[in-house]
């Protein structure tokens, strides 16, 4: 999947000579103060780059994507640059049409609500409608509500996202995301925890077939995924999270004497296990990452 973004940004850079880079920035020191506008000025193939900031908007919806063929991304990720629906309004609207070439990428996503009789109450972060089909990469969505589909609704429509995150969503049908009629989205590298729904707390399909791959779904409310889906592999889909507790080689919960012996037994190798800092081999530095968390995982 990186491979196949990389492509896609090439294709912006070869097929669009005259292509523009504007530059969004909420204390003013850029071409736009707020991402709409930016949006509203691009045409396609054009870069749209947000500084670090809190974005947040006036209409509907925070930022409606308009069916251009831009690459939106962040200038330092996620973590530093947040979409703000503030409560009252959806984050971020598709619905003419976009591709692939639609690209999203490093944003937080946060506070969106979606509201009133259907299909007003679809999409609190997000809503993909009319064939639209964007690309979202390294995006976080969080604490956004709608009836359906409280981090993302989809209603024939495909997105693609890879290394995104739903947490803290909330929603009647699909907390974390819901899938209407003809969507068929692929998640890669994507996590799904902490989402609340009555039907679909992590995700919600109906009359659709998603295609999860190396996907974690866990730890939602009231289950993990109400719907038919597509297993790609590497998938885990449990109520309750595993433990992120890498030194802890056998799995058994507490970092001991058992991963200590695993570390001296694998001494040396490669493609083992026991690399705990995924190096490439089994040496000394992992040793001392044993060492440095034992007892019990938390």
Request: some cysteine; aromatic content about 8%; hydrophobic content about 35%.
């Amino acid at each position: 999947m990186h491979t196949f973004r990389a492509v896609l940004i090439s294709i912006f850079i070869t097929s669009t000579a005259f292509a523009t880079t504007w530059t969004v920035d909420d204390e003013g020191k850029a071409d736009f103060d707020n991402i709409q506008a930016a949006v509203d000025a691009a045409s396609n193939g054009d870069e749209i780059i947000v500084m670090p900031g809190t974005y947040t908007g006036t209409g509907d919806e925070v930022v409606d994507m308009l069916g251009k063929a831009v690459w939106l991304h962040s200038s330092d990720g996620s973590e530093v640059t947040i979409i703000d629906g503030e409560g009252v309004r959806r984050v971020f609207f598709c619905s003419s049409g976009e591709t692939n070439m639609t690209i999203i990428e490093g944003m937080t996503i946060l506070g969106g609500l979606a509201s009133g009789d259907y299909p007003n109450s679809t999409g609190g972060g997000m809503r993909n409608q009319n064939n639209s089909n964007p690309t979202m990469t390294n995006c976080i969505f969080t604490n956004n509500n709608a009836s359906y589909g409280g981090g993302m609704y989809n209603n024939n429509s495909s997105p693609m996202l890879t290394n995104c995150t739903f947490t803290d969503n909330t929603g009647e049908f699909g907390g974390g995301m819901r899938n209407a009629s003809g969507s068929n989205p692929m998640l890669t590298n994507c996590t799904f925890t902490g989402n609340t729904a009555d039907y679909g707390g992590g995700m919600y399909s109906s009359i659709s077939n998603p295609t999860l791959i190396n996907t974690l779904v866990c730890g939602n409310t009231l289950d993990q995924i109400n719907g038919d889906y597509t297993d790609g592999g590497g998938n885990t889909i449990a109520d309750v999270c595993p433990i992120d507790c890498p030194s802890d080689i056998n799995g058994d919960g507490y970092v001991n004497v058992s991963d200590l012996l695993t570390i001296i037994d694998q001494w040396g190798l490669t493609n083992s296990q026991a690399d705990v800092n995924q190096d490439g081999i089994v040496d000394v530095s992992d040793l001392l990452i044993v060492i440095s968390n034992w007892g019990e995982c938390e």
